[in-house]
């Protein structure tokens, strides 16, 4: 741990190249929180044939840490075909209900603290899913393979958070992109719908940028739904330590999560 008088310390989140699960999670490794014993917390989420990798690396020259979620690709997480006879079948993929991630969050051995936090960021991203395609939450189903690496990174940053023990949560404006996006339902506008609701729904501040991409994600933005507490940094504080999260995609932004401990002067 950190040390330090806990009441006065805050955790401030700086998203000018805006954020994603990843690049908080990254961020939060790189302020303290002991890479063995989250990987062995990960370990026991009940979802098969994936690996942690926590590197350096270094974005626009600066050094960084990256959090990679190595899912194992197999039937069930993939359409795949197969010939019988003369005939060609398709097996769809298979889905995640909002049922089974919950009952995952609950399985995986964590502090009732941190699934509490990972519940709420899913809860976030589940309502803000209903709310785009018009039906419930719990009729939101996600693909097991993205659902995958989503759940992966927010019981993360549950299980970050709650280790670093910071009570609040200073945001900076989001920071997001512009253009046209691919996902699995086909072309969508940036923010994409997703992310737009949470937004919206949890009165965040946006800043749009001319960078033709997707800065922000939605877990990103379900996350800083869930643990923001204000928008205004204290008007005297000192930096105790700083944490830097690096992104996977490449834009005209350095692509980074920089994450700062700070403590509030009296």
Do not use: W
Not at 15 to 33: E, K, N, R
Not at 39 to 52: G, H, N, Q, S, V
Not at 214 to 221: D, K, N, Q, R, S
């Amino acid at each position: 741990m950190l040390g330090g008088d806990k009441i006065k310390q805050i955790l401030y989140l700086e998203c000018y190249s805006g954020i994603s699960g990843d690049m908080l999670v990254a961020a939060l490794i790189d302020l303290g929180v002991p890479q063995e014993k989250l990987i062995k917390a990960l370990k026991t989420i009940p979802i098969k044939d994936f690996e942690i990798l926590i590197t350096k690396v270094k974005k626009s020259c600066v050094l960084a840490t990256d959090f990679n979620v190595i899912l194992k690709e197999n039937s069930h997480d993939h359409d795949m075909q197969y010939l019988h006879g003369n005939k060609k079948y398709q097996i769809k993929k298979a889905k995640r209900s909002f049922k089974e991630i919950n009952k995952i969050i609950e399985e995986t051995n964590i502090s009732t603290k941190a699934k509490q936090i990972a519940k709420k960021i899913f809860n976030i991203l589940a309502l803000a899913e209903a709310e785009v395609h018009g039906i419930e939450p719990k009729d939101v189903c996600f693909h097991s393979f993205k659902a995958s690496d989503e759940i992966i990174d927010i019981i993360a940053i549950a299980y970050a958070l709650d280790y670093l023990k910071l009570n609040e949560v200073v945001v900076s404006p989001l920071y997001e992109g512009s253009g046209i996006i691919r996902c699995q339902h086909g072309f969508i506008p940036v923010p994409s719908p997703a992310t737009l609701n949470i937004i919206k729904s949890h009165n965040l501040n946006l800043h749009l940028t001319s960078i033709a991409g997707e800065l922000v994600t939605p877990t990103g933005a379900a996350a800083v739904a869930a643990i923001k507490t204000s928008d205004k940094l204290p008007d005297n504080y000192n930096i105790v330590k700083v944490g830097m999260g690096a992104g996977k995609r490449k834009y005209e932004t350095a692509g980074i999560l920089r994450a700062m401990i700070i403590e509030r002067k009296d």
